[in-house]
């Protein structure tokens, strides 16, 4: 399974973003899918998801300022960040959960939010 992740780049604060991982894969069979991000010199947090049933859970960090989303479609997965904040730069990583292969981890994109 091939997790395709893009949409990184230079973003001034409070400007936007949309990331997408574009997967190999049909999205029926993942349980879980999601984003994580890791900050400089941090570990991977988790910051968006979505369960089975298109239930969404955000980081207290970005509530209302990031939405996950699906296209069941295009096999694809975003995540729309507004309000973005210099805090939020790093690298954001795709990752479903499949109920029979386990977890898969797309490449990771930049995201660099300058003051």
């Known amino acids: 399974v091939q997790l395709q992740a893009s949409g990184g780049g230079l973003v001034q604060a409070g400007g936007s973003l949309t990331l997408s991982c574009e997967v190999s894969?049909?999205?029926?069979?993942?349980?879980?899918m999601g984003w994580y991000h890791q900050a400089p010199g941090n570990q991977r947090a988790l910051v968006a998801s979505?369960?089975?049933?298109?239930?969404?859970d955000y980081a207290q960090s970005v509530e209302g300022r990031f939405r996950v989303s699906r296209d069941n479609t295009k096999n694809t997965l975003y995540l729309i960040m507004n309000n973005l904040r210099p805090e939020d730069t790093g690298q954001y990583y795709c990752y479903l959960m499949w109920r029979d292969y386990g977890q898969t981890w797309g490449q990771g994109t930049l995201v660099t939010v300058s003051s």
């Open positions: 894969r049909d999205l029926s069979y993942s349980d879980d």
């Open positions: 979505l369960d089975s049933d298109g239930r969404p």
